[in-house]
């Protein structure tokens, strides 16, 4: 029975995961074969955790949005992306479809993450609200801050190495005080733990939270210019996660460090 469930799962944790999921499994099971069974129920454990913050979401009447959606649109990907993206709110297209980023601003993403040797399934994207405002007008203060909890709930269990804001409202969501989006795109930005006002969950490790703005690729669709700035800034994203791990690494061992004094 135990052997089962571990197959089906570890089947499971590989339709859903991404190929560096896939690598790190490999690379487990090489190394400590008995933990696999560990990492599968973490999996699961995760998985089962979103759906909750779905139930919810699909239950919200935090705001009047909830009147004139078709769908909610709460987030997709691997639940344990080490990369989350969060976009503005769904246009028509997501509130049709109830997933995030499936119109054409979406193939572009697409195609920036190509760009950089990933797909869709080896990250997460979320939005910063999860209904459609009417007409795809500007998302409201009132909104982003009634929304704001279910999107930190989804960061708390992903537990991103870095959180890229995709244009001017989920940056200034996360980093108010810093000013606009052409001034903060494409660097990396530190947030130490106690940033979610709203809820007590736990922030990404102990080391806080990265962010790395970028121009939302809706914005970029229809000017070339703009274009190949997100095609620029994108490409830089790597090197941006490797000093992320980096910092984050050194941040555990001084931890570690002072424990022992
Ligand atoms: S946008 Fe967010 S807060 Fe408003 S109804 Fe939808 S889920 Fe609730």
Redesign the pocket.
């Known amino acids: 029975m135990v052997l089962f469930c571990l197959l089906t799962n570890v089947n499971m944790y590989a339709k859903l995961s991404s190929r560096i999921v896939r690598f790190d499994l490999f690379t487990l099971y090489l190394r400590q074969p008995e933990l696999l069974f560990f990492a599968s129920m973490d999996l699961e454990k995760t998985k089962e955790q979103l759906i909750n913050v779905e139930k919810e979401?699909a239950s919200?009447?935090?705001?009047p949005?909830?009147k004139t959606?078709r769908n909610?649109v709460p987030a997709e990907g691997n639940p344990h992306a080490e990369i989350m993206f969060i976009g503005e709110a769904p246009g028509a297209r997501e509130d049709e479809c109830g997933r995030p980023f499936c119109g054409p601003a979406g193939k572009f993403l697409d195609q920036l993450l190509d760009s950089i040797g990933l797909q869709r399934a080896d990250v997460y994207i979320a939005n910063t609200?999860?209904?459609r405002p009417p007409a795809n007008r500007d998302p409201l203060p009132e909104?982003k801050s009634?929304?704001r909890k279910?999107l930190e709930e989804q960061i708390a269990i992903i537990n991103p190495k870095i959180v890229v804001t995709l244009g001017r409202h989920s940056t200034e969501t996360y980093l108010p005080d810093l000013g606009g989006i052409t001034k903060l795109r494409a660097k990396l930005y530190h947030r130490a733990n106690g940033i979610f006002p709203r809820t007590s969950l736990p922030t990404a490790d102990d080391a806080g939270l990265y962010f790395f703005p970028l121009y939302h690729p809706a914005a970029a669709l229809h000017n070339g210019a703009m274009r190949q700035t997100l095609l620029d800034d994108f490409a830089k994203l790597p090197a941006a996660i490797a000093k992320v791990k980096a910092e984050i690494e050194k941040t555990k061992k001084d931890k570690i460090k002072q424990e022992k004094l």
């Open positions: 979401i919200c009447q935090l705001c949005l909830y959606r909610i609200l999860k209904c909104e009634a929304c279910y």
